[in-house]
């Protein structure tokens, strides 16, 4: 699946984009694919499982620290891209080849795997997408009163995995996402 395609995706979900302008991403330690996907596609401005993208307004992509306003030397080798439903920070981890990570700012902004890039948590969100669409085909409540079989929460799990093979591994976003369902 190219950019395109996950473009077409979303608007076919009626979900805003949150794209970014090429100066807003000239730290040197981004790589050009996630800033070719940042600048060409987006990520959803909002998306289940409770995740925001929202437009960066800053004149670069910020840090943990510019964002909140304090100084933890660690968090300047994260970009803030959004955020969880707790409101931990959503970033790009400049040290690991832009993985996608959020940092738990309950718990001294430990790192907690997303994704590989970008592009996986794209395309992880639409099979979560897609799986919260199968679950409602029949009826909207069926996601909200968590009524679903075990298979089908396999089979995303399947799914996820081949998009993002570690994506799903132990004490993953993913991981613990699928602990929930």
Partial sequence: MNTQQIKTYWMDQDTKLSSYKPFQLSNSRLLKSTIDFLVDC???D?????????E?????????????DI??????DYLWIGSNGSGDPVCIDLLNNNEIVYLNHDNDFERVFMN????TLSKCLMVYSNFIEKINATNVSNWLDRNYSDEVVEQLKQELSEVDP????????????????
């Fill in 42 to 44: 987006g990520l959803p």
């Fill in 166 to 181: 570690r994506c799903i591994e132990e004490n993953t976003m993913w991981s613990m996402e699928l602990y929930d369902l």
């Fill in 56 to 68: 960066c307004y800053f004149m670069e992509i910020p840090t943990p620290n510019q964002v909140f």
């Fill in 46 to 54: 909002s998306c289940a499982p409770c995740l925001s993208f929202d």
């Fill in 71 to 76: 100084d933890i030397a660690e968090l300047n």
């Fill in 116 to 119: 590989s890039n970008v592009i």
